[in-house]
């Protein structure tokens, strides 16, 4: 069932469409994540794919539902199977379902959740998510763990800025701010307690195709 409730209003970043709620989780909503994210890599295994370049990600990366994300020698795309085990991605956690239902303001359900792991160094560069077929529907983000420098900027020319995404905080990223630049500058090591060894997680819930 939707057992999420309605969200306060989000705070401002300056950016159409980009909204963000600090803290939107409580601490044992989190604990639940982490504990799907645990079972979902038992089955499909954080790796660390590489640029079509060649070049590995120091993000490594695993997906729940029925598309997930990879990157390769070929290219960035959605595919049904994990590229090490060659089985599907394990079905999106009924929570997560739920908590885009309560946000994302969009008649479709997500089919793709790109889990990302990041320890104290890994980064990831300014870029734009451009391999969903509609860009009309938003994408959501769920922070977990160590806070992360999150820089953003708009899709065309203009200045970028950051925001802290701690653990807990969701946002949404629809409307114009949906093809915006982003990335992650660095980990702010040691600042969460929700994973026992550090790091931080990140869920990305997109509709893919
Ligand atoms: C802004 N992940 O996986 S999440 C990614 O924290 C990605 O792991 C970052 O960028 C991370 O592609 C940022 C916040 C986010 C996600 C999607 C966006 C920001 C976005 C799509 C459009 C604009
Ligand atoms: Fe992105």
Known sequence: ?????????????????????????????????????????RLAPLYRPVTPGGRPFSVRMSNWGPLGWVSDKNGYRYQPLHPQTNQPWPPLPALLLDIWRATANHPRLPDACLINFYDAEARMGLHQDKDEADFSAPVLSISLGDSAIFRYAPAGDGPSRTVKLSSGDVCVLGGKARLARHGIDRILDGTSQLLPRGGRINLTMRVAQ
């Open 1 to 41: 069932m939707a057992d999420f409730p309605s969200p306060p209003a989000p705070v401002p970043t300056g950016l159409d469409g980009f909204l963000l709620w600090p803290e939107l989780l409580t601490l044992e909503q989190q604990k639940q994540i982490v504990d799907h994210v645990r079972q979902a890599v």
